[in-house]
Protein backbone atom coordinates (compact mmCIF):
# COMPACT_ATOMS: atom_id res chain seq x y z
CA UNK A 1 0.00 0.00 0.00
CA UNK A 2 1.24 3.96 -0.60
CA UNK A 3 0.57 6.68 1.60
CA UNK A 4 -0.26 9.56 -0.27
CA UNK A 5 -0.51 13.39 1.14
CA UNK A 6 -3.86 15.17 0.16
CA UNK A 7 -3.30 18.48 1.98
CA UNK A 8 -0.23 19.90 3.36
CA UNK A 9 0.98 20.26 7.04
CA UNK A 10 1.46 24.36 7.75
CA UNK A 11 3.82 25.24 10.55
CA UNK A 12 4.24 28.97 11.60
CA UNK A 13 7.33 30.29 10.67
CA UNK A 14 10.17 30.21 12.88
CA UNK A 15 8.67 26.93 14.89
CA UNK A 16 10.52 23.88 15.33
CA UNK A 17 8.10 21.21 15.42
CA UNK A 18 8.35 16.89 15.39
CA UNK A 19 7.21 15.77 12.22
CA UNK A 20 5.32 13.06 14.45
CA UNK A 21 3.44 15.93 15.08
CA UNK A 22 2.53 17.31 12.30
CA UNK A 23 -1.02 16.17 11.21
CA UNK A 24 -2.03 15.65 7.35
CA UNK A 25 -4.81 14.57 6.24
CA UNK A 26 -4.15 11.36 4.75
CA UNK A 27 -6.03 8.32 2.42
CA UNK A 28 -4.77 5.03 2.52
CA UNK A 29 -5.53 3.40 -1.11
CA UNK A 30 -4.90 -0.34 -1.40
CA UNK A 31 -2.99 0.06 -5.14
CA UNK A 32 0.69 -0.41 -6.72
CA UNK A 33 2.00 1.67 -9.45
CA UNK A 34 2.98 -0.14 -12.85
CA UNK A 35 6.23 -0.64 -13.66
CA UNK A 36 8.13 2.48 -15.73
CA UNK A 37 9.47 0.17 -19.38
CA UNK A 38 13.28 1.05 -19.31
CA UNK A 39 15.16 0.58 -23.20
CA UNK A 40 18.83 -0.67 -23.22
CA UNK A 41 21.38 2.05 -23.03
CA UNK A 42 22.55 3.42 -26.52
CA UNK A 43 25.85 2.84 -27.48
CA UNK A 44 26.89 4.54 -30.91
CA UNK A 45 30.24 3.21 -32.73
CA UNK A 46 32.35 6.47 -33.79
CA UNK A 47 29.58 8.89 -32.27
CA UNK A 48 27.57 9.81 -29.12
CA UNK A 49 24.01 10.24 -27.98
CA UNK A 50 23.00 13.14 -26.03
CA UNK A 51 19.49 12.23 -23.97
CA UNK A 52 16.87 14.23 -21.89
CA UNK A 53 13.98 12.88 -19.70
CA UNK A 54 11.11 14.27 -17.54
CA UNK A 55 12.50 12.04 -14.60
CA UNK A 56 16.36 13.51 -14.93
CA UNK A 57 19.45 13.06 -16.18
CA UNK A 58 20.13 9.62 -13.92
CA UNK A 59 17.30 8.17 -16.32
CA UNK A 60 18.33 8.06 -19.79
CA UNK A 61 16.51 5.16 -21.10
CA UNK A 62 13.29 5.15 -19.53
CA UNK A 63 9.64 5.57 -21.24
CA UNK A 64 9.67 8.52 -23.48
CA UNK A 65 13.61 9.75 -23.44
CA UNK A 66 14.89 11.32 -26.33
CA UNK A 67 18.53 10.86 -27.66
CA UNK A 68 19.98 13.08 -30.03
CA UNK A 69 22.54 11.32 -32.11
CA UNK A 70 25.88 12.74 -33.19
CA UNK A 71 28.68 10.78 -35.21
CA UNK A 72 32.55 12.07 -34.59
CA UNK A 73 34.42 14.27 -37.05
CA UNK A 74 35.02 12.44 -40.05
CA UNK A 75 32.05 9.91 -39.84
CA UNK A 76 28.55 10.52 -41.31
CA UNK A 77 25.09 9.27 -39.42
CA UNK A 78 23.13 6.79 -41.40
CA UNK A 79 19.38 6.83 -39.86
CA UNK A 80 17.44 9.12 -37.46
CA UNK A 81 19.05 11.90 -35.93
CA UNK A 82 16.49 11.47 -32.73
CA UNK A 83 15.51 7.98 -31.21
CA UNK A 84 12.98 7.80 -28.36
CA UNK A 85 12.08 5.07 -26.01
CA UNK A 86 8.95 3.73 -26.71
CA UNK A 87 6.44 1.21 -24.50
CA UNK A 88 7.48 -1.56 -26.05
CA UNK A 89 11.35 -1.19 -24.20
CA UNK A 90 12.49 -0.65 -27.95
CA UNK A 91 13.98 2.55 -29.31
CA UNK A 92 12.38 4.09 -32.34
CA UNK A 93 15.28 3.05 -34.89
CA UNK A 94 18.68 2.37 -35.31
CA UNK A 95 21.63 4.60 -36.59
CA UNK A 96 25.15 3.95 -37.35
CA UNK A 97 28.28 6.18 -37.96
CA UNK A 98 29.80 4.85 -41.12
CA UNK A 99 33.53 6.62 -41.87
CA UNK A 100 33.19 9.51 -44.54
CA UNK A 101 34.24 8.57 -48.32
CA UNK A 102 35.18 10.87 -51.03
CA UNK A 103 34.59 9.79 -54.70
CA UNK A 104 37.36 7.42 -56.35
CA UNK A 105 40.08 9.77 -58.21
CA UNK A 106 40.71 9.94 -61.78
CA UNK A 107 43.82 8.34 -63.09
CA UNK A 108 45.54 10.95 -65.32
CA UNK A 109 46.78 9.99 -68.55
CA UNK A 110 50.56 9.63 -68.34
CA UNK A 111 50.77 9.35 -64.47
CA UNK A 112 49.07 8.50 -61.42
CA UNK A 113 48.71 8.94 -57.82
CA UNK A 114 49.10 7.60 -54.10
CA UNK A 115 47.04 7.77 -51.38
CA UNK A 116 47.74 7.25 -47.66
CA UNK A 117 44.43 5.85 -46.59
CA UNK A 118 42.37 5.35 -49.79
CA UNK A 119 39.61 7.30 -50.69
CA UNK A 120 38.26 8.10 -47.01
CA UNK A 121 38.15 10.55 -44.86
CA UNK A 122 41.45 12.84 -43.94
CA UNK A 123 43.59 10.61 -46.67
CA UNK A 124 45.43 12.52 -48.38
CA UNK A 125 46.95 11.11 -52.22
CA UNK A 126 49.72 13.02 -53.88
CA UNK A 127 49.98 12.99 -57.66
CA UNK A 128 52.68 12.13 -60.07
CA UNK A 129 53.57 12.03 -63.99
CA UNK A 130 55.60 9.49 -66.21
CA UNK A 131 59.32 11.23 -67.34
CA UNK A 132 59.08 13.98 -69.63
CA UNK A 133 55.42 15.26 -68.56
CA UNK A 134 54.84 18.02 -66.53
CA UNK A 135 51.94 18.47 -63.60
CA UNK A 136 49.45 20.90 -64.17
CA UNK A 137 47.01 21.13 -60.97
CA UNK A 138 47.20 20.52 -57.16
CA UNK A 139 50.24 17.89 -56.52
CA UNK A 140 48.19 16.55 -53.10
CA UNK A 141 44.55 16.42 -52.47
CA UNK A 142 43.06 15.96 -48.95
CA UNK A 143 39.21 14.05 -48.30
CA UNK A 144 37.12 16.70 -46.88
CA UNK A 145 33.89 15.81 -44.38
CA UNK A 146 31.62 17.10 -47.34
CA UNK A 147 33.17 14.06 -49.16
CA UNK A 148 35.09 16.61 -52.15
CA UNK A 149 38.61 16.53 -52.46
CA UNK A 150 41.01 19.89 -51.67
CA UNK A 151 42.31 21.37 -54.55
CA UNK A 152 41.81 20.89 -58.36
CA UNK A 153 42.23 17.60 -60.06
CA UNK A 154 46.00 17.19 -61.73
CA UNK A 155 47.01 16.54 -65.36
CA UNK A 156 50.17 15.57 -66.69
CA UNK A 157 50.89 17.53 -70.10
CA UNK A 158 53.56 18.17 -72.44
CA UNK A 159 55.80 21.17 -71.46
CA UNK A 160 56.87 23.29 -74.16
CA UNK A 161 60.61 22.32 -74.45
CA UNK A 162 61.96 26.38 -74.89
CA UNK A 163 60.94 28.03 -71.66
CA UNK A 164 63.18 31.05 -72.86
CA UNK A 165 60.57 31.97 -75.80
CA UNK A 166 57.85 32.91 -72.61
CA UNK A 167 56.30 36.31 -73.58
CA UNK A 168 56.36 39.06 -70.91
CA UNK A 169 52.68 41.03 -71.41
CA UNK A 170 54.68 44.74 -69.89
CA UNK A 171 57.31 45.33 -67.83
CA UNK A 172 57.71 48.41 -65.18
CA UNK A 173 61.47 49.48 -64.19
CA UNK A 174 61.27 49.94 -60.18
CA UNK A 175 64.25 52.29 -60.09
CA UNK A 176 63.48 53.20 -56.07
CA UNK A 177 63.63 49.61 -55.55
CA UNK A 178 66.20 47.12 -58.03
CA UNK A 179 68.78 48.39 -59.83
CA UNK A 180 67.39 45.95 -62.72
CA UNK A 181 63.48 45.85 -64.64
CA UNK A 182 60.92 43.87 -63.10
CA UNK A 183 58.82 41.20 -65.18
CA UNK A 184 55.28 40.91 -65.12
CA UNK A 185 54.21 37.21 -67.16
CA UNK A 186 50.91 37.26 -67.89
CA UNK A 187 49.55 34.06 -70.40
CA UNK A 188 46.36 34.64 -71.66
CA UNK A 189 45.81 31.58 -74.14
CA UNK A 190 47.84 28.82 -76.02
CA UNK A 191 47.54 27.73 -79.34
CA UNK A 192 49.04 23.89 -80.40
CA UNK A 193 49.65 22.88 -84.05
CA UNK A 194 50.14 19.13 -84.36
CA UNK A 195 49.31 16.25 -82.38
CA UNK A 196 47.90 16.55 -78.33
CA UNK A 197 50.36 15.74 -75.62
CA UNK A 198 50.14 12.47 -75.01
CA UNK A 199 50.12 11.38 -78.32
CA UNK A 200 51.35 7.64 -79.90
CA UNK A 201 53.18 8.90 -82.74
CA UNK A 202 53.51 7.06 -85.76
CA UNK A 203 56.70 6.22 -88.08
CA UNK A 204 58.23 9.51 -89.18
CA UNK A 205 59.09 12.94 -88.96
CA UNK A 206 56.58 15.08 -86.41
CA UNK A 207 56.26 18.86 -86.55
CA UNK A 208 54.95 20.86 -82.70
CA UNK A 209 54.51 24.31 -82.61
CA UNK A 210 53.37 26.13 -79.53
CA UNK A 211 52.03 29.79 -80.15
CA UNK A 212 51.35 31.86 -77.19
CA UNK A 213 49.56 35.44 -76.70
CA UNK A 214 49.06 37.72 -73.79
CA UNK A 215 47.07 40.08 -72.84
CA UNK A 216 48.82 42.69 -74.23
CA UNK A 217 48.45 40.54 -77.76
CA UNK A 218 52.59 40.12 -77.76
CA UNK A 219 53.03 36.82 -79.32
CA UNK A 220 55.85 33.80 -79.06
CA UNK A 221 56.10 30.78 -80.26
CA UNK A 222 58.19 27.51 -80.01
CA UNK A 223 58.96 24.42 -82.54
CA UNK A 224 60.29 21.55 -82.28
CA UNK A 225 60.44 18.15 -84.58
CA UNK A 226 59.82 14.83 -82.88
CA UNK A 227 61.93 11.72 -84.96
CA UNK A 228 59.94 8.39 -84.91
CA UNK A 229 62.80 5.57 -86.25
CA UNK A 230 61.72 1.95 -85.67
CA UNK A 231 64.33 -0.09 -85.39
CA UNK A 232 64.27 -2.98 -88.08
CA UNK A 233 65.94 -6.18 -89.32
CA UNK A 234 64.79 -6.26 -92.79
CA UNK A 235 62.59 -8.23 -94.16
CA UNK A 236 62.47 -12.04 -94.24
CA UNK A 237 61.15 -14.57 -97.06
CA UNK A 238 59.22 -17.68 -96.94
CA UNK A 239 61.34 -20.76 -97.96
CA UNK A 240 60.82 -22.87 -100.76
CA UNK A 241 57.94 -24.70 -100.20
CA UNK A 242 57.01 -23.38 -97.38
CA UNK A 243 54.93 -19.98 -95.80
CA UNK A 244 56.06 -17.41 -92.98
CA UNK A 245 54.20 -15.67 -90.60
CA UNK A 246 54.63 -12.36 -89.08
CA UNK A 247 53.81 -10.50 -86.23
CA UNK A 248 53.38 -6.46 -86.35
CA UNK A 249 55.11 -4.98 -89.40
CA UNK A 250 57.02 -8.09 -90.48
CA UNK A 251 60.34 -6.91 -89.11
CA UNK A 252 60.35 -4.01 -86.40
CA UNK A 253 62.00 -4.90 -83.47
CA UNK A 254 60.30 -7.69 -80.84
CA UNK A 255 57.95 -8.84 -84.12
CA UNK A 256 58.10 -12.77 -84.06
CA UNK A 257 58.02 -14.57 -87.75
CA UNK A 258 57.07 -18.20 -87.75
CA UNK A 259 57.88 -20.79 -90.59
CA UNK A 260 56.36 -24.21 -92.01
CA UNK A 261 56.32 -26.05 -94.92
CA UNK A 262 53.76 -27.29 -97.33
CA UNK A 263 52.61 -30.71 -97.20
CA UNK A 264 55.79 -33.28 -98.44
CA UNK A 265 58.42 -30.97 -96.95
CA UNK A 266 60.17 -30.82 -93.84
CA UNK A 267 61.76 -27.54 -91.80
CA UNK A 268 65.08 -27.44 -91.44
CA UNK A 269 66.19 -24.76 -88.75
CA UNK A 270 64.46 -22.59 -86.27
CA UNK A 271 60.44 -22.78 -86.71
CA UNK A 272 60.71 -19.23 -85.46
CA UNK A 273 62.82 -16.31 -85.23
CA UNK A 274 62.76 -12.61 -83.23
CA UNK A 275 64.07 -9.42 -84.74
CA UNK A 276 66.24 -8.32 -81.59
CA UNK A 277 67.59 -5.05 -80.25
CA UNK A 278 70.67 -5.42 -82.50
CA UNK A 279 68.83 -5.50 -85.57
CA UNK A 280 69.58 -9.15 -86.18
CA UNK A 281 67.24 -11.95 -86.71
CA UNK A 282 67.49 -14.79 -83.46
CA UNK A 283 67.81 -18.66 -84.83
CA UNK A 284 68.99 -19.70 -88.32
CA UNK A 285 67.52 -19.37 -91.71
CA UNK A 286 64.72 -22.02 -92.28
CA UNK A 287 64.28 -24.49 -95.77
CA UNK A 288 62.05 -26.84 -96.10
CA UNK A 289 63.70 -30.22 -97.55
CA UNK A 290 61.63 -33.07 -99.11
CA UNK A 291 59.91 -35.23 -97.08
CA UNK A 292 62.12 -38.63 -97.16
CA UNK A 293 59.80 -41.50 -96.30
CA UNK A 294 61.42 -44.58 -94.62
CA UNK A 295 60.09 -47.89 -95.45
CA UNK A 296 62.36 -50.18 -94.25
CA UNK A 297 60.14 -49.86 -90.87
CA UNK A 298 59.02 -53.43 -88.95
CA UNK A 299 54.89 -52.61 -88.73
CA UNK A 300 52.38 -50.51 -90.97
CA UNK A 301 51.50 -48.24 -87.94
CA UNK A 302 54.96 -47.05 -88.11
CA UNK A 303 54.79 -46.43 -91.64
CA UNK A 304 51.32 -44.51 -91.34
CA UNK A 305 52.93 -42.16 -88.44
CA UNK A 306 55.68 -41.23 -91.26
CA UNK A 307 52.47 -38.81 -92.76
CA UNK A 308 50.77 -38.04 -89.58
CA UNK A 309 49.54 -34.33 -89.63
CA UNK A 310 51.76 -33.81 -92.86
CA UNK A 311 50.33 -36.03 -96.06
CA UNK A 312 47.04 -37.13 -97.38
CA UNK A 313 47.02 -41.06 -98.53
CA UNK A 314 45.40 -42.21 -101.50
CA UNK A 315 45.75 -46.25 -101.10
CA UNK A 316 45.23 -47.95 -104.41
CA UNK A 317 44.75 -51.58 -104.20
CA UNK A 318 44.70 -54.35 -107.03
CA UNK A 319 44.84 -58.14 -107.02
CA UNK A 320 46.82 -57.80 -110.00
CA UNK A 321 48.64 -55.34 -112.38
CA UNK A 322 46.38 -56.25 -115.01
CA UNK A 323 43.09 -55.18 -113.31
CA UNK A 324 41.54 -52.56 -116.00
CA UNK A 325 40.14 -50.85 -113.14
CA UNK A 326 43.51 -50.40 -111.77
CA UNK A 327 44.89 -49.17 -115.33
CA UNK A 328 42.54 -46.84 -115.43
CA UNK A 329 42.85 -45.67 -112.51
CA UNK A 330 46.69 -44.99 -112.89
CA UNK A 331 45.39 -43.19 -115.74
CA UNK A 332 43.99 -41.03 -114.69
CA UNK A 333 46.15 -39.66 -111.65
CA UNK A 334 49.01 -39.37 -113.31
CA UNK A 335 48.05 -36.35 -115.02
CA UNK A 336 47.05 -34.80 -112.09
CA UNK A 337 49.52 -35.11 -110.04
CA UNK A 338 49.99 -31.07 -109.79
CA UNK A 339 46.71 -31.22 -108.36
CA UNK A 340 47.75 -34.03 -105.91
CA UNK A 341 50.82 -32.19 -104.19
CA UNK A 342 48.64 -29.03 -103.94
CA UNK A 343 46.67 -31.38 -101.73
CA UNK A 344 49.14 -32.83 -100.28
CA UNK A 345 48.42 -36.54 -101.15
CA UNK A 346 50.62 -39.51 -101.34
CA UNK A 347 49.65 -42.42 -103.74
CA UNK A 348 50.39 -45.77 -102.38
CA UNK A 349 50.15 -48.65 -104.70
CA UNK A 350 49.62 -52.08 -103.40
CA UNK A 351 49.78 -54.86 -105.97
CA UNK A 352 49.49 -58.77 -106.13
CA UNK A 353 48.22 -61.08 -103.31
CA UNK A 354 50.84 -62.08 -100.74
CA UNK A 355 53.22 -63.79 -100.88
CA UNK A 356 53.59 -62.28 -104.44
CA UNK A 357 52.54 -58.71 -103.94
CA UNK A 358 54.55 -55.52 -103.81
CA UNK A 359 53.84 -52.16 -101.94
CA UNK A 360 55.09 -48.92 -104.01
CA UNK A 361 55.56 -45.08 -102.92
CA UNK A 362 56.60 -43.48 -105.69
CA UNK A 363 59.47 -45.41 -107.09
CA UNK A 364 60.05 -46.75 -102.95
CA UNK A 365 58.73 -50.66 -102.35
CA UNK A 366 57.68 -51.72 -99.45
CA UNK A 367 58.70 -55.25 -98.67
CA UNK A 368 55.90 -57.74 -98.91
CA UNK A 369 55.41 -58.12 -95.33
CA UNK A 370 54.97 -54.30 -94.56
CA UNK A 371 52.08 -54.65 -97.79
CA UNK A 372 50.69 -56.86 -96.50
CA UNK A 373 50.04 -55.56 -92.61
CA UNK A 374 48.76 -52.68 -94.20
CA UNK A 375 46.23 -54.67 -95.58
CA UNK A 376 45.31 -56.16 -93.04
CA UNK A 377 45.48 -53.09 -90.73
CA UNK A 378 43.31 -50.90 -93.23
CA UNK A 379 40.96 -53.73 -93.72
CA UNK A 380 41.77 -53.95 -97.83
CA UNK A 381 40.25 -56.69 -99.58
CA UNK A 382 42.98 -58.87 -101.42
CA UNK A 383 40.79 -60.18 -104.14
CA UNK A 384 39.32 -57.02 -105.54
CA UNK A 385 40.09 -53.34 -106.39
CA UNK A 386 39.38 -50.85 -104.01
CA UNK A 387 40.41 -47.40 -103.40
CA UNK A 388 40.83 -45.78 -100.17
CA UNK A 389 41.20 -41.34 -99.27
CA UNK A 390 42.71 -40.19 -95.51
CA UNK A 391 42.89 -37.61 -94.10
CA UNK A 392 46.27 -35.90 -92.16
CA UNK A 393 44.99 -37.33 -88.87
CA UNK A 394 44.98 -40.74 -90.21
CA UNK A 395 41.13 -41.12 -90.60
CA UNK A 396 39.51 -43.40 -93.00
CA UNK A 397 37.49 -40.47 -94.89
CA UNK A 398 36.16 -42.01 -97.64
CA UNK A 399 36.60 -45.75 -99.99
CA UNK A 400 35.88 -46.52 -103.61
CA UNK A 401 35.06 -50.15 -105.05
CA UNK A 402 35.97 -48.51 -108.90
CA UNK A 403 37.83 -45.56 -110.18
CA UNK A 404 36.78 -42.35 -108.97
CA UNK A 405 37.88 -39.51 -110.94
CA UNK A 406 40.21 -36.60 -109.87
CA UNK A 407 37.69 -34.07 -109.69
CA UNK A 408 35.77 -36.22 -107.64
CA UNK A 409 38.96 -36.75 -105.57
CA UNK A 410 39.49 -33.56 -105.35
CA UNK A 411 36.18 -31.98 -104.06
CA UNK A 412 36.12 -34.37 -101.38
CA UNK A 413 39.49 -33.98 -100.35
CA UNK A 414 38.69 -29.74 -100.15
CA UNK A 415 36.04 -30.50 -97.30
CA UNK A 416 39.08 -32.31 -95.06
CA UNK A 417 40.08 -30.74 -91.94
CA UNK A 418 43.22 -28.09 -92.42
CA UNK A 419 42.43 -28.01 -96.18
CA UNK A 420 40.53 -24.77 -96.20
CA UNK A 421 43.72 -23.26 -94.03
CA UNK A 422 46.05 -24.09 -96.63
CA UNK A 423 44.21 -23.01 -99.43
CA UNK A 424 44.08 -19.71 -97.85
CA UNK A 425 47.83 -20.13 -97.76
CA UNK A 426 48.03 -21.22 -101.03
CA UNK A 427 46.31 -17.86 -102.36
CA UNK A 428 48.47 -15.48 -100.75
CA UNK A 429 51.67 -17.35 -102.11
CA UNK A 430 50.42 -17.74 -105.66
CA UNK A 431 50.30 -21.41 -105.31
CA UNK A 432 48.38 -23.08 -108.20
CA UNK A 433 48.32 -25.34 -110.99
CA UNK A 434 48.42 -23.65 -114.55
Partial sequence: DTVICLAPCWIRPGTYISALKCVCSVFVFPFSLPETPWCSPIKVKHGNANCRTPQGEYYKNVLGTRCDIRCQKGYELHGPQQLICQSNKRWSGKVLCKQIRCPTLSMPTNGGFKCIDGAYFNSRCEYYCSPGYQLKGDRTVTC??????????????????????????????????????????????????????????????????????????????????????????????????????????????????????????????????????????????????????????????????????????????????????YRLQLGMLQPEQCGLDLRHVTVIELVGVFPAQIGRIGVKLLPPALALQLRLLLRIPHYNFSVVVMDKHGMDKERYSFPPTPAQLFALIDTFPLRKEEMKLQAETGQSCT
Fill in 144 to 325: MDNKVWSGRPASCVVPCPSPELLIFSYWTNLNLISEHPVYFISFFSVILKGPSPGSHFSEGDHKIQYTVYDRAENKGTCKFLVKVRVRRCGKLNAPENGYIKCTGDGDNYGVTCEFSCIGGYELQGSPARVCQYNLGWSGTEPTCTPMNINVAVRTAAALLDQFYEKRRLLIVSTPTAANFF
